[in-house]
């Protein structure tokens, strides 16, 4: 069992910027794939990011590539969310989510085997 928390989230005006967090419990978070999804009232939730388990690859959504960037910290077992330029369109509740049986990148949600609780991003214009 995974267990994750996501912090960092608030409010914030456009152009400014934000940093989430994702704690993750287990012994073997070096192994998972993290990913960022966020989910606006109304709509679909979609992929934001996501990093392979060695964090040397990336992959973004073509919406926050050059203004978001993710990493991970295998030590801390903790992954990041670096959000700047924020624009309203941004906002969204986002949410951390690990894979832990495979090791390929993946923009399906319903590749992800557990979740983080969300944290809510507001970008006011």
């Known amino acids: 069992q995974v267990q994750l928390v996501e912090s960092g989230g608030g409010l914030v005006q456009a152009g400014g910027s934000l940093r989430l967090s994702c704690a993750a419990s287990?012994?073997?978070?070096?192994?998972?794939?993290m990913g960022w999804f966020r989910q606006a009232p109304g709509k679909e939730r979609e992929f934001v990011a996501d990093?392979?388990?060695?964090?040397?690859?990336?992959y973004y959504a073509d919406s926050v590539k050059g203004r978001f960037t993710i990493s991970k910290d295998n030590a801390k077992n903790t992954a990041y969310l670096q959000m700047n330029s924020l624009k309203p369109e941004d906002t969204a509740v986002y949410y951390c989510?690990?894979?832990?049986?495979?090791?390929?990148?993946?923009?399906?949600?319903?590749?992800?085997?557990?979740w983080g609780q969300g944290t809510q991003v507001t970008v006011s214009s």
């Open positions: 990093i392979l388990r060695s964090g040397g690859n990336t």
């Open positions: 287990g012994r073997t978070f070096s192994n998972y794939v």
């Open positions: 989510a690990a894979r832990v049986r495979y090791y390929s990148h993946s923009t399906a949600a319903s590749a992800y085997d557990y």
